[in-house]
Nanobody
């Protein structure tokens, strides 16, 4: 049974930091690229960051570049998102998603290309 379970969300003041995690199980984690997406209140879900199975390539949305860092620990089957200098506009439900490495040439922000999704963790940034 495939599971993606996010954790680490919470409330933080603007300028603060937070690290969220995603624990994966039920599939061969290292053969899947992973992504973080978020859905701000009243808006559509959007791509935040993406990392290849080996961790050798990453992609970021322009809005989070130089503030967020995506990483993974294949020994622990866990994905991370380190978020620094948080802004109120980062407030959202954050989701992790997995897609097989055979789709690595596909646009990483295409949500339909992902095989599995987590339930999300809430991040709230106050001004």
């Amino acid at each position: 049974q495939v599971q993606l379970v996010e954790s680490g969300g919470g409330s933080v003041q603007a300028g603060g930091s937070l690290r969220i995690s995603c624990a994966a199980s039920g599939f061969t984690y290292s053969t899947y690229s992973m992504g973080w997406f978020r859905r701000p209140p009243g808006k559509e879900r959007e791509g935040v960051a993406h990392i290849y199975g080996g961790g050798d390539r990453t992609y970021y949305a322009d809005s989070v570049k130089d503030r967020f860092t995506i990483s993974r620990d294949n020994a622990k089957n866990t994905l991370y998102l380190q978020m620094n200098n948080l802004k109120p506009e980062d407030t959202a439900m954050y989701f992790c998603a997995a897609r097989h490495h055979s789709r690595d040439s596909w646009v990483w922000t295409w949500q339909g290309s992902y095989n599995y999704w987590g339930q999300g963790t809430q991040v709230t940034v106050s001004s």
